[in-house]
């Protein structure tokens, strides 16, 4: 999907030139003007096209994140989990020894 959308943005690009070429078409005598404005739409493309990568690169930098502190959030239930557990089992333990001793 990443490379339809790539694809699509290349597409977005080629027209935004295409329609800058055209609305200047008209100055066709002067060069320069069609040149400049071909150049800043070309520009305008590709900070568009570095936009949207860079939004794809945080996107994916910040599931990889969740991803990360989801399995690290599950390590800590398990292991406070085991910790419960154990101390209960202490607890127990006393609880019979005290029990035994003023029986």
Do not use: C, P
Request: charged letters at 25%; a positive charge.
């Amino acid at each position: 999907m990443d490379a339809r959308d790539s694809l699509w943005d290349g597409i977005l690009i080629v027209v935004l030139v295409l329609s800058t070429l055209m609305l200047v078409l008209r100055l066709w005598q002067d060069i320069t003007i069609v040149v400049a404005a071909t150049l800043m739409m070309l520009s305008l493309g590709g900070l568009f096209f570095s936009l949207g990568l860079k939004i794809r690169r945080l996107e994916e930098s910040i599931i990889s994140r969740e991803r990360t502190m989801r399995v690290n959030l599950e390590e800590i239930s398990s292991s406070l989990s085991r910790k419960h557990e154990r101390i209960i089992e202490q607890l127990g333990v006393i609880v019979d020894g005290m029990n035994r001793r003023y029986r």
